[in-house]
């Protein structure tokens, strides 16, 4: 079979080997898959050394969630990859294209207006995306988070929050594509430096304008009130001489009860976010019985978000918070963010460079069905998507090990804080609020966990005493 492939033309070569390299990797991540599965299928018991950490019905439950979550992860991948199968063997990509041509046309742009039908071309497969995607989202949302007392969102309130992710990332995504496209016409032989430093610049403006304008689009945010917590994190910020401008608590528990921190801004400019469900003394799932506040959020969340009361309190206490806070002000303090904005920058320019080498030759376009042009934006996609597919995965799992090394960094710059023991139940307790299953497969943890399991993490703490 080898042979006969290499003895076809180097179009249905790369082709052939697209699509192999596509499938092996589904296969490897369903191979995967299947022995985390099974760990979740036959580990029914706590083990011993997991006695004093989780009790049986907490157990049980992040059992029963991660093996829906992974049934359904299997299903919808064998969707995404039959899909995928089918666009390429079908020719999808070239209907799509011509599609937009005629999509454009009408408006009166010609062929020779390229980067109109590029943006027509972009709109029709976000909005292709969008549309088969939304079934399995749903399905995800209101049967398996439902189920297991996650979900805090209504039907209406989900389709109205896809409508608007949708037209935000048009209004995103067409004007930072129309000049990318028209930089790499116009800038010569060195044509992707200016695209690279073009990508930069748009990455640094998104991550600073992020939390301030495009997050309140869906989410409510709110100075943490004046009080004992405030004070506590603009200490521990004063003494690394973290550059803490403000801290917001985020309302995460209309869409969900899963919880989470960050911080972000540059130089002298930052911010922490709390979510609500963080923080036990503010989490309006913890309010059991009491009347819930009014919302005063405009009518795009009003009466939608369904906020249901838990039988057991959620969150951290203020020293847990604290010491999670240590633990992400020490991904600062140790350098990881820029470390990670120099990789994920170095390797754009890699990338930018390859495709600067790989764009001229006509047999990748030939191998994806476009006979009689090779339009830039296609270009990109057969690249960056296809051909690099590779090494992007070989980079993912390098980034995902590194990522591992930074997290024990973070807990031992926690730890020597002074805040080991609280991080120690501060990481218990938000493994059984978000039912994180404690049992991994070695092999599956190792490739897909950017995160050291919790078992790992408490031995690196050390044994601590609780309290």
Known sequence: MIEAILGLPVDKQIFYAVLG????????EAYLSYRQRRIYRSTTQVPPELGQIMDAETFQKSRLYQLDKSNFSFWSGLYSETEGTLILVLGGIPFLWSLAGTVSGRFGFGPEYEITQSLSFLTLATLFSAITGLPWSIYSTFVIEEKHGFNQQTLGFFLKDAMKKFAVTQCILLPVTSLLLYIIKIGGDYFFIYAWLFTLCVSLV?????????????????????GELKTDIETMAKSISFPLTKVYVVEGSKRSSHSNAYFYGFFKNKRIVLFDTLLEDYSPLNKTGEEQPENTESDDTASDPKVKPKNKKQGCNNSEILAVLGHELGHWKLGHTV??????????????????????????????????SQPTLIGLMIIFQFIFSPYNELLSFCLTVLSRRFEFQADAFAMAMGKASQLYSALIKLNKDNLGFPVADWLFSMWHYSHPPLLERLRALGNVKQD
């Open 21 to 28: 390299f596509s499938w092996t990797v589904y296969l490897w």
């Open 206 to 226: 998104l991550v600073t304008i992020y939390a301030d304008y495009i997050a309140p689009l869906f989410d409510k945010f709110a100075p943490l009130p004046e």
């Open 339 to 372: 470390k990670n904005i120099v990789i994920s920058q170095m390797n754009s320019f890699l990338c930018f460079f390859l495709f600067a080498v790989l764009i001229g030759r006509r047999e990748l376009f030939l191998a994806f069905g476009f006979h009689n």
